[in-house]
């Protein structure tokens, strides 16, 4: 199977690696013979169609900072429509705001007859049904389990629920930064603004950390839930949101004195989307600690079913984007790999 790699930070360069480490147990459990073509990114590209030799392409990325483009002066749209290839996985940075790059990478794809597999949110988030229908229409596989809780496998779960069942309503935990600021607030006490650095200080948080503490990553990703279980047909423009920035300790003291504990808390019930920081037991399974994500989804006839797990990561996530390619594998092959 070829592929195009679009994106080459953290995730695109776990997943290369996760190909190289796993290379005979693909192609001994699933059939599964990966060849990397081609890798682009916004600093150039690398194309080879007798396929890539991944360590290398790894090294020099990180010697030079950039792929050797070798006088290529197509977009990274005419790379991704032009190389034969079967995938394109994107792993290009999040716009909550365009969608861009990644938007105009899938549906470049989906033009040139390639499935995609994708962890990218913002795509998701502002063209859900769209990119599902270009999919459809072009007759091409769209993956996406790693847009969601990173390895985890929150979109599936959530999918299996659904079977033989009705979601009536799903809440969660959805965004590692914020919950591990929350968490720090209440275990040492600490205002927002420490809490905030101690997270940029572990890496948890980005130097502009805004979508994250202003609750538009879990908006996104709520967005992205309600959409794939069809309770609903919002864009992340169609969630209301509030962010954590103004929680002070108090507001955790007085929880945590109750038995409760403050956490950001995603709710899509019926058409209606939100998020903000509520004051939820600290029994409840939903409230898990530091960079953990829980979500619960509520099903009419069988109870609610809760799934927890790391939210983010290179290594995980790359496990994600691999549990997709062995899926369109299998489905290519007319094959169940469940």
Avoid at 2 to 27: D, I
């Amino acid at each position: 199977m070829r592929l195009v790699l679009a994106g080459f930070g953290v995730v695109g360069q776990s997943f290369a690696a996760l190909l190289e480490h796993k290379e005979k147990e693909l192609a001994s459990a699933y059939g599964l013979v990966p060849r990397i073509v081609a890798v682009v990114d916004s600093t150039g590209s690398v194309l080879d169609e007798r396929g890539l030799d991944l360590s290398r392409v790894v090294r020099s990325k990180k010697r030079n900072g950039s792929l050797q483009t070798a006088g290529d002066r197509r977009t990274t749209s005419e790379i991704i429509a032009q190389t034969e290839a079967d995938v394109m996985v994107e792993t290009t940075p999040t716009n909550f705001r365009t969608g861009e790059p990644g938007l105009g990478h899938i549906r470049a794809a989906f033009i040139s007859k390639k499935s995609v597999i994708t962890c990218n949110k913002g795509p998701l988030g502002i063209a859900f049904h769209a990119l599902r229908e270009l999919a459809r229409h072009n007759s091409v596989e769209f993956r996406y389990s790693g847009a969601v809780g990173g390895g985890t496998p929150i979109l599936d779960f959530g999918r299996t629920c659904s079977i033989g069942d009705e979601i009536t309503k799903v809440t969660g935990i959805l965004n590692g930064t914020c919950n591990f600021i929350l968490t720090k607030m209440e275990q040492d006490h600490l205002g927002f603004q420490r809490a905030l650095a101690l997270a940029q200080k572990e890496g948890y948080a980005e130097k502009d950390p805004s979508l994250d503490i202003n609750g538009f990553d879990s908006a996104v990703k709520l967005a992205i839930i309600a959409n794939h279980l069809s309770l609903s047909r919002a864009t992340v423009r169609d969630v209301r949101v509030k962010g954590i920035a103004e929680i002070s300790p108090g507001d955790v003291d007085r929880a945590a004195a109750k038995g409760d504990a403050v956490r950001l808390l995603a709710t899509a019930d019926g058409g209606e989307l939100s998020v903000a920081p509520v004051v939820i037991r600290r029994d409840d399974p939903l409230c898990v600690s530091g960079t953990y994500n829980a979500v619960k989804f509520h099903c009419r006839y069988s109870g609610p079913k809760v799934i927890v797990g790391k939210g983010a990561g290179g290594p995980e996530t790359a496990s994600s984007l691999l549990r997709d390619l062995i899926e369109i594998r299998g489905s290519m092959a007319g094959e169940s790999t469940k």
